[in-house]
T-cell receptor, first 109, second 113 residues
Framework: AQRVTQPEKLLSVFKGAPVELKCNYSYSGSPELFWYVQYSRQRLQLLLRHISRESIKGFTADLNKGETSFHLKKPFAQEEDSAMYYC???????????FGKGTMLLVSP | EPEVTQTPSHQVTQMGQEVILRCVPISNHLYFYWYRQILGQKVEFLVSFYNNEISEKSEIFDDQFSVERPDGSNFTLKIRSTKLEDSAMYFCASDTGRSYEQYFGPGTRLTVT
């Protein structure tokens, strides 16, 4: 069965510091990986997906199949980045998502 | 921008009672989903629905649960006889089936007492 692991429950950084939110997965097939974000009192929304290879709000994530990782990075954190971040996996041939437990990012001034 | 809506935002019910959670997916979307998140735990998939039938369901989605699309807009999750452990936030989501970008509703917090 597939699994998504986010080892950090909470990541606390100062504004301007680099951020890396870790995500590892296990899946025997070829997955599609996503990062979803939930800001305070807002709904879950897609931040980025590995196949689009784009940068959203300064965040990037690269799929590393050798390390089965999809870490989310931003070189300079902003206070407005404070939110809950979820890594999610879609199995090939299926539409449903398997989520990790999430990491709360707190960016202090 | 179109959004997935869910009602009610909070539902309190007694153990053993039936509840129906309602969702209105985005109008041109074809795939519909229910997920749940027990407090402090991860978001878990319950069921997906396409072309008026269940396309996939998880182990959690047992005989106590059912889904329906009674008309062209609503998508409902029914829990026949609620248990204390059904207390959770229930999220509805939808997507077009082309991009697999799922759009989530704001959730319904279900509290079973």
């Amino acid at each position: 069965a597939q699994r998504v692991t986010q080892p950090e429950k909470l990541l606390s950084v100062f504004k301007g510091a680099p951020v890396e939110l870790k995500c590892n997965y296990s899946y025997s097939g070829s997955p599609e990986l996503f990062w979803y974000v939930q800001y305070s009192r807002q709904r879950l929304q897609l931040l980025l997906r590995h196949i689009s290879r784009e940068s959203i709000k300064g965040f990037t994530a690269d799929l590393n199949k050798g390390e089965t990782s999809f870490h989310l990075k931003k070189p300079f954190a902003q206070e407005e980045d404070s939110a809950m971040y979820y890594c999610a996996l879609r199995r090939s041939g299926y539409s449903t998502l398997t989520f990790g437990k999430g990491t709360m990012l707190l960016v202090s001034p | 921008e179109p959004e997935v809506t869910q009602t009610p935002s909070h539902q309190v019910t007694q153990m053993g009672q039936e509840v129906i959670l309602r969702c209105v997916p985005i109008s041109n979307h074809l795939y519909f989903y229910w997920y749940r998140q027990i407090l402090g735990q991860k978001v878990e998939f319950l069921v997906s629905f396409y072309n008026n039938e269940i396309s996939e369901k998880s182990e959690i989605f047992d005989d106590q649960f059912s889904v329906e699309r009674p008309d062209g807009s609503n998508f409902t999750l029914k829990i026949r006889s609620t248990k204390l452990e059904d207390s959770a936030m229930y999220f509805c989501a939808s997507d077009t089936g082309r991009s697999y970008e799922q759009y989530f509703g704001p959730g319904t917090r279900l509290t079973v007492t």
